[in-house]
């Protein structure tokens, strides 16, 4: 591999693409969290429901 043929763009564009891959992971993990964190609280709310009847 001859790095003297790479341009100075690789500098910039691949740490560019991994932190836009980083930024779009975090806000998908983070939605999928919080839904299942709701999910979560429904599930104990009908079981405390039920229980009580």
Request: charged letters at 25%.
């Amino acid at each position: 591999m001859d790095f003297g043929q790479m341009s100075a763009a690789h500098f910039i564009f691949i740490p560019a693409v991994l932190l836009v891959g980083l930024v779009i992971g975090w806000v998908l993990g983070g939605r999928a969290a919080q839904d299942a964190y709701a999910a979560e609280l429904r599930r104990r709310e009908e079981r405390a429901k039920r229980d009580k009847s």
